[in-house]
């Protein structure tokens, strides 16, 4: 349990993959003039955070790792698919992304119009197909990556939500002509990563 | 729409005014990082050193080239509800091939690069080029194009990298350029630099620097 | 009019289904053909860099050397001898058994019919590997180094290393990390040959065979003064605790310490 509680915290502030690490940028930088919308993206990774980790994780362990065929036969016990775990994943989360769009729009109405239009932008969102590379990477197991997939894209929400309330308090301030809008922008977002890496010390 | 296409036709393969602004015009005036925001990411994680850029920078320019190519070659034949995902395929195989070509010739900087690698493919401005331009024109001006974008990326990422490598441990492209005091010399390494949240200030103030001196990039608000 | 049916074909169902079969095909081609082309070139390569290493730690080779496969197996050959150690009862392997070099530890450690949990540890270490890697350097008769391999959980992930021995298992003599994620800068400082250079001559154990090397805060006294501790990296307590642990765990009685007992009673049948 320590070991989840630990995982989930790593996810969410030393590891945050918007802050730390940078994923989502694009969408991070322009779905944050609002809190509205940045909390509808925010609500929108998690969501498909949490399903697309465990969904790659199980595919990667049933089909792609070198002896993950072995139930074909004992021909293909040798095989080993990994260099197709790209393609694999961004097609997992192409297709998680379509299916979560159309089954909100059926049974959850008020969701789909509060999220509608940030579902198909993730699928070509960094956070998303970073958390499954992540995943990969450090060869979590399935339970590890359900956590890890709910942390990360919490975390990405907890910053973008952030970054919004900054910039709505932004706006009434007095910027340099030049800095205004993007450069400001990132300028906030740089000190906002600098912030966040005091959690780097923290270990559980 | 058919204008767009026409206009394009009978002067597939010259080189003119409008394949040259095609081409240019990403590089500063419509630069995908600092005008456009996309491909941002990759911008920041890998910036620490000019070599890692420059390999980046590489298969960006590789990937987006192949990948608009393909896309522009097979525009009128793609559905248009698998849009997305046909062109999402395509440049995952390229990636893919690239990631395999780098572990097999430069390993200890795949080693490096680790996943960022993986997510050109997730790189906005790959996908943007492919899906905005490429699907609208003929295979030459798009490959033009996402040359031309490309070309404005790589710019961004290899100045921000120089300026980090520089600032932060006083070399570049691995050469001690400005001798440190720990060894004998003048220059204290700046330890920001090598951090992470550097990227971002570097960055912000290059799109200060751009816009104090081409004007017509500041934002309308 | 010619683009309106156009248009029509290329949405009809069939069609689609069509066109994606072929798209994948293509793609699945090309990526199966580059992996397949790839694979040997890629496998040495990673040989090569982690023998590099297996190098660097015992001195045979400089970091920043550009050696190639040929040197890497020409050095191995002339002074290497790659051995499985029994992490459990310390036994070496024998030697025709199988082939040590071509041994994969990381994967040997993920399977779980040739790795056991690991027993609570400050390291990070949750399985450990029935057999580690031992390289034996000889560079006359007898066996004057041995490069062992550590990893463990460092600040961003896992730091891989080798740490080479003097023939009394207790002196170190050198020390690599050759593959880690820790914050440029800081914690990736492990991997600098300027702080690898001050663990020479540090011994591990004290008086009564406890593992006890350790990365201190600040400045450690010289070899002879202050051999239990090692200069801290500066700024990156959390890296210097890790390589603390790292070392105290491989070195201690879950890692290699049954073997190098073995070593040094000239139990160990090298």
């Not at chain 2, 395509?90 to 680790?114: K, R």
Request: with cysteine; aromatic share 8%; charged share 15%.
């Amino acid at each position: 349990m320590e070991h989840f509680i630990n995982l989930l915290i790593r996810a969410v502030f030393l590891e945050n993959l918007a802050l730390a690490y940078f994923l989502g940028m694009c969408s991070y930088l322009a779905c944050s003039k609002k809190m509205e919308t940045a909390i509808g993206l925010g609500l929108a990774v998690v969501f498909v955070q949490t399903l697309t980790v465990p969904l790659n994780n199980i595919l990667m362990r049933g089909l792609l790792d070198e002896g993950a065929l072995s139930w074909l036969g004992p021909t293909f016990a040798e095989i080993d698919l990994r260099f197709l775990s790209f393609i694999l994943f961004i097609a997992v989360i192409a297709a998680a992304v379509q299916i979560v769009e159309m089954a909100i729009d059926r049974f959850l109405p008020a969701l789909y119009t509060s999220l509608g239009v940030f579902l198909p932008l993730i699928a070509v969102n960094c956070v998303i197909l970073g958390g499954s590379l992540f995943m990969q990477e450090r060869d979590y197991t399935l339970p590890e990556s359900i956590v890890f997939g709910f942390g990360s894209g919490f975390g990405f929400a907890i910053a973008i939500v952030a970054l919004a309330a900054i910039r709505e308090k932004l706006s009434y301030s007095n910027v340099p002509e030049g800095l205004k809008g993007l450069g400001i922008t990132f300028i906030v977002v740089g000190l906002m990563s600098m912030a966040f890496m005091v959690f780097s010390g923290i270990q559980l | 729409m058919s204008t767009v296409i026409g206009s394009g036709r009978p002067a597939r393969f010259t080189f003119g005014p409008n394949e040259r602004a095609t081409l240019t015009d990403p590089l500063i005036a419509n630069n995908p990082i600092t005008v456009q925001m996309l491909g941002v990411c990759s911008a920041l994680a890998i910036t620490t050193r000019v070599d890692n850029a420059v390999v980046m920078s590489v298969g960006v320019i590789l990937v987006a080239m192949i990948a608009s190519l393909a896309v522009s070659l097979i525009r009128e034949r793609i559905p248009t509800a698998i849009r997305i995902i046909v062109q999402l395929a395509i440049i995952a195989s390229l990636v893919t091939v690239f990631d395999q070509v780098l572990e097999a010739t430069f390993y200890e900087i795949s080693l490096e690069l680790s996943v960022f690698v993986g997510l050109i493919i997730t790189n906005c401005m790959v996908l943007g080029r492919a899906e905005g331009y490429a699907m609208r024109h003929p295979p030459f001006p798009a490959v033009l194009d996402a040359l031309g974008n490309a070309l404005g990326y790589a710019l961004i990422l290899i100045v921000v990298a120089a300026t980090r490598e520089l600032l932060g441990v006083g070399k570049l492209l691995g050469f001690q350029v400005l001798p440190l005091t720990r060894d004998g010399g003048w220059y204290e390494p700046n330890g920001l630099m090598v951090l992470p949240p550097s990227a971002l200030f570097v960055i912000g103030l290059l799109i200060w620097a751009m816009r104090t001196w081409w004007p017509s990039l500041v934002e309308k608000d | 009019m010619a683009e309106a049916s156009t248009a029509r074909d290329v949405n009809a169902p069939g069609y689609t289904i069509r066109f994606a079969l072929v798209v994948c095909l293509i793609c699945a081609a090309v990526v199966a053909t580059a992996a397949v082309l790839l694979e040997p070139r890629q496998a040495a390569n990673a040989r090569l860099y982690m023998e590099k290493n297996v190098l660097i730690a015992a001195g045979l080779a400089e970091p920043g050397d550009d050696l190639s496969i040929a040197d890497v197996d020409a050095l191995f050959n002339r002074y290497v001898e790659a051995r499985l150690v029994d992490l459990e009862t310390g036994e070496l392997v024998p030697e025709n058994a199988v082939d040590a070099r071509a041994f994969d530890q990381r994967a040997a450690r993920s399977d779980p019919e040739s790795s056991r949990p690991a027993p609570a540890n400050k390291a990070g270490i949750h399985r450990l590997p029935e057999r580690a890697v031992v390289y034996f350097i000889r560079r006359d008769e007898a066996v004057d180094e041995l490069v062992l391999a550590v990893e463990g959980l460092g600040m961003w992930g896992t730091m891989y290393g080798f740490v080479s021995l003097d023939p009394d298992a207790n002196t170190v003599r050198g020390l690599t990390y050759y593959e880690h994620r820790e914050t440029p800068g800081l914690g990736a400082e492990v991997a600098s040959p300027v702080w690898q250079r001050v663990w020479q001559g540090r011994k591990i154990y004290d008086d009564q065979w406890r593992a006890r090397i350790t990365v201190i805060k600040g400045i450690a006294g010289s070899p002879e003064d202050d051999p239990l501790h090692v200069d801290g990296l500066s700024g990156a307590t959390v890296t210097s605790n890790a390589v603390t642990n790292l070392m105290q765990f491989w070195l201690g009685p879950h890692g290699y310490g049954p073997f190098l007992d073995r070593f040094r009673n000239g139990e160990a049948d090298t």
